[in-house]
């Protein structure tokens, strides 16, 4: 069949009312279709120390205050009443990471581990007797205007550097550390492992883009830097800083975790960090993971000493508990969100710990390691001065974590335990994530 066709005159008459019927169609739509009333995706979290649970798309923080939302919903939170913030898109593992240095043969990452326990991701660029310059790969661009300047790579103190690791070329590291056996005592000397697992011990004397320089017993040896899986620095030469008691640990969503004095809102969705071991970065804030901040009268669970630790297994040996990780030594994350601090537990464990007079409060996300991708079974269990205060339903791998508060006023002890759900202790890996307690001058 022939269509019809429209003279000028026609085509000046349909073409007003074809627009008519299109904006009464947009109009006749929920809004939920129109794009500019589209509800935005809350993927941020902010957990405040009174309990409250709340997720906008919008997040920025100044000198004074944490941000949340926009407009007339925003909402602004002292430093000191914000519990944690959380990114909850997930974060791309492996890596892609292609060198910046032209000359340079490896495209592997380079992960540099601070005395404070901070480490970076990124290229190493040069290597001194006394620094190290480094480039995190958060402040890569994939694609970046000519007229924007490099990047600025970070200097840092060789003093205060524990270990270099390389990745595979895949983006990922190893598993296993070859040192962890070895007594620290013995290691007075720097010492490389090859990816063929041999380690060789002197003192690091050079550095190129292609190979780095060791002076052995035997004579000076060049070693080709894809050929090296980790460097590790005499442990008699670095420099363990003393923490500040106000400090705010951030993860990046690379795998870098670092200690800034402050985080502040330079420009649109820009960060100051000004860390203590590694100078101030300037970094977008989509490439956060998650904030914690500390204070004197809010620390770390993980940060004291336990008195007692007790394994009951289930049919055999029972992994290890873990201080900032799950129980397989990973950073531990629950329903894609990353943890900065806590405890890994399996079941049965328990744990005991002496408090102290200012004690109040205890505050942490209950829930099973992300690892288990949503397998698992647990029961956790809060006891002071040995009675129990709070038991959790059976929680599963594939089910939010919940946020507790116990009350420690006047209390002498506290206890953790994380017992068998329904299917014994399989996949069991229960994290206590953030786990603060609070001192009676947080209220």
């Not at 073409?15 to 904006?23: A, E, S, T």
């Not at 007229?147 to 060789?158: A, C, F, S």
């Amino acid at each position: 069949m022939r269509m019809p066709v429209l003279d000028d005159s026609a085509m000046f008459n349909v073409v007003p009312k074809i627009l008519l019927c299109l904006l009464l169609c947009c109009a006749s739509l929920p809004s939920s279709f129109i794009a500019a009333e589209l509800p935005s995706a809350e993927i941020w979290e902010l957990v405040t120390i009174k309990g409250e649970q709340l997720a906008s798309a919008d997040l920025n923080v100044t000198s004074t205050h944490w941000l949340l939302g926009r407009g007339d919903k925003i909402r602004r939170f002292a430093p000191d009443d914000v519990l944690s913030v959380k990114h909850l898109v997930p974060p791309a593992y492996p890596l892609a990471f292609n060198s910046p240095t032209e000359n340079s043969t490896t495209e592997k990452l380079c992960k540099v581990t601070m005395s404070n326990g901070d480490s970076i991701m990124g290229h190493l660029v040069d290597l001194s007797e006394t620094e190290l310059t480094f480039l995190p790969s958060v402040l890569l661009k994939e694609e970046s205007d000519k007229n924007d300047p490099p990047p600025r790579p970070l200097r840092i103190m060789l003093e205060s550097v524990t270990q270099l690791e390389w990745s595979r070329l895949d983006g990922g590291f190893s598993t296993s550390d070859p040192l962890t056996m070895l007594d620290k005592s013995e290691l007075q000397q720097d010492q490389l492992t090859l990816s063929n697992g041999d380690n060789i011990r002197g003192e690091l004397s050079g550095f190129s883009a292609t190979t780095l320089t060791m002076e052995t017993d035997s004579g000076p040896r060049d070693l080709l830097l894809h050929e090296l899986t980790l460097l590790r620095f005499n442990p008699d030469l670095v420099i363990v800083p003393k923490s500040e008691s106000q400090r705010t640990l951030v993860s990046l969503r690379d795998g870098s975790r670092v200690t800034s004095r402050s985080v502040t809102l330079v420009e649109f969705n820009a960060l100051l960090l000004k860390t203590e071991l590694s100078g101030d970065w300037q970094i977008p804030l989509e490439s956060v993971d998650s904030f914690l901040s500390l204070t004197e009268n809010r620390r770390p669970l993980s940060e004291r000493t336990p008195q007692e630790v007790i394994y009951t297994p289930f049919l055999s040996k029972v992994p290890q508990w873990q201080i900032n990780a799950n129980v397989l030594g990973t950073p531990m994350r629950m329903q894609t969100a990353g943890y900065l601090t806590g405890l890994g537990m399996h079941s049965r464990t328990e744990i005991h710990w002496p408090l102290e007079e200012s004690d109040q409060w205890f505050l942490s996300e209950i829930g099973v390691d992300d690892v288990t991708k949503g397998a698992g079974s647990v029961v956790f269990e809060v006891l002071t001065d040995h009675k129990s205060v709070y038991q959790s339903e059976i929680i599963r791998g594939d089910e939010k974590p919940q946020l507790i508060r116990i009350d420690l006023t006047a209390k002498k002890t506290l206890t953790l335990r994380v017992d068998f759900g329904d299917q014994g202790d399989v996949q069991d890996r229960a994290n206590w994530g953030t786990a603060l307690i609070l001192k009676s001058a947080e209220e």
